[in-house]
Every structure is written in structure tokens, then in C-alpha cells.
């Protein structure tokens, strides 16, 4: 083993995480311009305009704002909008700036736990947060199968959504079950305080169908904005494909990005939706460039996140304190 293999043992476990994520970056990247023309990718990347880009930028701030009031509202109240704002906006700032496996979610609860305290509940509205989110990416990406097929698909897809849906409320009630399995067999395992309170928080919620359908709603209507963004931005590139197409590949590599083998999906995204696109004829170096264009946007609104974070937290003394607990919780 060399020296880079000795200095890499001597990190701890989380800054040691996230070069790895680095390198798996790095690695697709490289492959991706190895594999492509470097000059094609350079030239769809200069064709987006920065005008193109700042609007995107914009429209983004405005999706997340979105998303943190849909964070708020399935939290059933008790946080302020500023608070459920400024949370989230740290979290896509963690996403992007902070080392190790903590992610935004565990910073955006840190800044909310401040206010409301309550950290099973918290931690029970993230995750189910999070599988509202997949299952309206998994839902958008059948709109764009049926969309582009030019087919009359209504009932296919309405019963593809009502299946995803009941599979978000099976999760929900079987997670209690799974709970009670897991302190049976290993009666001694400590925290079953808080899995306890944290299914009951999945039970509250799974017994509120028409705020998870709101909740559903509002994450289809978000997530189809970010796609259309991206289009937006592949059609800038010279990408030439059909909207349909694109809302159906465009979901599932987001999905896929989410492995923990990159840094925020920098290069797995860009190359599982290239192999999607290019058999209908899309331009895969086009693809490429649009993808780093909207990793630029992400990393603009992450920074534009850590300065709104900053700022707050200079105005008010107990927000800073949240955010040193988190810190330490990182390096600790």
C-alpha cells in the first residue's frame, strides 16, 4: 500500500467518504470525456447562455422554496416559514459543501430540531419526505413514457400511480411491524425508545391520506419543474429530443445518481442519461454539457444557500448555535 493509501486509512470514516465520492466523479468524468469528444462537449457547453443559465438558477431557488414549505407542511406545523426555508436551503449547502455521510436531510433536521425539538418526528417526516419525492420521479417518468409514446395510456398510468402510491402507505404501516421483528429477535439492541416514536410518527402520518396526497401532489409538480429546467437547459446544449423522452429518462437517472459513488451524482447522472437518450438519436455530448450546466446550477444555489445560512445565522445567536451542533456533529 502506498502513501495516498496510508493517508487515506488515517482520515476518519466520513472525510474519507467523501474523496471517495471525489474519485468516483473523477473517474466518470473522465470516462465520459474519454469516450466523447472533448471539443463537442465544450462547444454545447458554451452555447448555453448565461441569461439561459441565471433564469434556471432563479426558477430553481423558487422549486426548492417550494419544496421546503412541502417539507414544512407534511411536518404538520409548529416550524416558521423562515426556519423551514432557511433548513432547507442548508441542506442543499450540506449536499454540496460538507464531507462525509451526514447529507442535507440530517442538516435541514439539525436547524428544525432547534425550533421544535422532537427528533424522532423529524427524522420520521424526512423519510417519508424522501419516498414521496421517488415515487413522484417514478411517476413522472411513466407521464413521459406515455407522453412520448403518443398512445392514449390514461388508465395504465393512473394504475401505475395508484400502485406506487399504496406502495408508499404499505411502506408506512409495515415499518412498524418491521420495528416490533427486529426488537423480538434482538431484544437487547439498544434505541428502541426512539424506532418506537419513530414509527409512531409513520403511523400519524400514514393516517392522513389527504395530506400525503397533497404532499404527493406538490412533490410531482416540483419535481416536474426541475426536469423541465433541465430540458430547458439540454435543449440550449443542442439536445433535440421529444419533452416525453426526456421526462422519462431524466427522473430514473436521478434516481440512479443517488448511489453513494459520486460527489451529488457529478458524472453517473450525466453518463446514465446519455446511455438512455442516445439510442433515440440524442446527442450524447450535448447531454453531457447540459448535465454539467445544471451540476453548475446546483453548486450556484448550494453556495447561494451557505451565504443565506450564513447571513441568518450572524442575525440570529440561536441559529448559529444549531449549525455549530451540527458542525460538531460532523467532525465529531
Known amino acids: ?65 417550494g419544496a421546503a414549505l412541502k417539507w414544512r407542511y407534511l411536518l404538520d406545523g409548529g416550524l416558521p416559514v423562515s426556519t423551514a426555508i432557511r433548513a432547507h436551503f442548508a441542506g442543499l449547502a450540506a449536499n454540496l459543501c460538507l464531507p462525509g455521510a451526514i447529507g442535507g436531510d440530517a442538516v435541514r433536521a439539525a436547524v428544525a430540531y ?65 420495528v416490533d421483528l427486529v426488537w423480538r429477535i434482538f431484544p437487547s439492541l439498544p434505541g428502541r425508545s426512539f ?29 416536474t419543474a426541475l426536469v423541465l429546467m433541465s430540458w430547458w437547459l439540454g435543449k440550449a446544449a ?32 450525466e453518463g446514465v442519461l446519455a446511455s438512455m437518450l442516445i439510442p433515440f438519436g440524442a446527442d450524447a455530448a450535448a447531454i453531457v454539457a447540459a448535465g454539467l450546466v445544471w451540476q453548475a446550477v446546483m453548486f450556484t444555489v448550494g453556495g447561494v444557500g451557505a451565504v443565506f445560512l450564513f447571513i441568518t445565522n450572524r442575525i440570529d445567536p440561536a441559529a448559529q448555535e444549531s449549525w455549530a451542533a451540527t458542525k460538531d456533529q460532523q467532525t465529531g
Open 1 to 65: 500500500m502506498g502513501w495516498w493509501g496510508v493517508s487515506l486509512q488515517r482520515l476518519s470514516p466520513k472525510y474519507r467518504n467523501w474523496l471517495l465520492r471525489v474519485g468516483g466523479s473523477f473517474v466518470a468524468l473522465f470516462l465520459l470525456f474519454w469516450l466523447l469528444s472533448d471539443e463537442q462537449i465544450l462547444a454545447a457547453f458554451r452555447s448555453v447562455h448565461l441569461l439561459t443559465f441565471f433564469i434556471v438558477v432563479g426558477l430553481f431557488i423558487m422549486a426548492h422554496i
Open 114 to 178: 432547534h425550533s421544535i425539538g422532537d427528533a424522532p418526528r423529524i427524522v420520521s417526516v424526512a423519510a417519508a419526505d424522501r419516498l414521496i419525492d421517488m415515487t413522484a420521479l417514478l411517476t413522472i417518468s411513466a407521464i413521459g413514457i406515455v407522453y412520448a409514446s403518443g398512445r392514449s395510456g390514461e388508465l395504465q398510468l393512473l394504475l401505475l400511480t395508484g400502485f406506487l402510491l399504496a406502495l408508499v402507505f404499505i411502506c408506512l404501516v409495515m415499518l412498524s411491524k418491521l
Open 195 to 223: 424506532a418506537e416514536k419513530l414509527v409512531g410518527h409513520f403511523s400519524s402520518i400514514s393516517r392522513q391520506p389527504k395530506r400525503l396526497l397533497v404532499v404527493f401532489l406538490s412533490s410531482v409538480a416540483i419535481q
Open 238 to 269: 443542442g439536445i433535440d429530443i421529444d419533452v416525453g423522452l426526456w421526462l422519462f429518462a431524466w427522473p430514473l437517472a436521478k434516481i440512479i445518481a443517488v448511489l453513494p459513488v459520486t460527489l451529488n451524482g457529478l458524472g453517473l447522472r
